[in-house]
């Protein structure tokens, strides 16, 4: 149905296919992940996903020139191949829980977790335009995509608070020199790779959770990006994006200024792993079944040769 509405367009258009012209394009996305509506009796975390900048560049063929003028007829086609960066700045704070092992054995439930992530999504973006010319300088477009995600990152941190516990596991207890429980105050650099399908084992360090308490023994010092989930299949970010988008054009003396807006009709995650920050009675992950979109502001300058 998506692909239909693509070849609709072309075809609309195919009668002012008399000439072309090439133009290079670059320019910036101010984008964010739209979450649709999420619905949870937990009210005790903070999750939010602000917005991103990043940047798209390649090349454009304008269809519907004429040959003897170079005017624009009433309607043109146009035809991209980009490279588009789009993503969110990823926001959390609230209960969880952690597992350090090694040979101390040691568990954590978190009170207060804060991760920040930076995540970055480029794509392989083919977008489809018609345009309907107001003027030789003015013009109005409408018109969809397809894209394929080609990286796919996430930079950030994750800082945790809260009371470590040694688990007892022989007879008899720890000595007294060892007190039951710890306070843990500690920051993890968060460097995600979503498109390798590793599970990413959690690395261990000689850096410990408190300086003034040995005994608590390692902590990772770096996580791989499917680290806390559980066996599932699958990236954690679907690869095919298909959208609709909007805007408008200016161009005179071989310059091209355009602004629209994208909408993503696909669901970006996959939700095999975007999981709520809360469990189910079974203590496991509720997974989020919602549609997520990329959304973008688009902004681009380019020049004919």
Known sequence: MKFNILLFMALLCATTMNAQRVQFVGGINYSNIRLGKTTTPNTNFVEKYNAFSGYQMGLKVELGHDEDTEELGLFSLSLEALLAQKGTN??????????????????????????????????????????VNVNQSFSFQLGGYAAWLVRSTGTGTMNYKETVTPKQTQTPPLSPDRPATYKAKFEIPLNFDYLDGSEGAIILSDSLLCAANPALGMRPASVGAYYDREERTGLMFNRLDLGLHGGVKLEGGGWVLSARVSYGLSDVFNNEYHANPILDDNKKNVLNTNTQRNISYELSLGFSF
């Open 90 to 131: 990823y926001y959390y704070s609230g209960p969880s829980s952690r597992v350090w092992i090694d040979d101390k054995n040691i568990e954590s439930k978190g009170n207060i977790v804060e991760t920040k992530i930076e995540i970055a999504n480029t794509y392989l973006k083919l977008p489809i335009s018609i345009s």
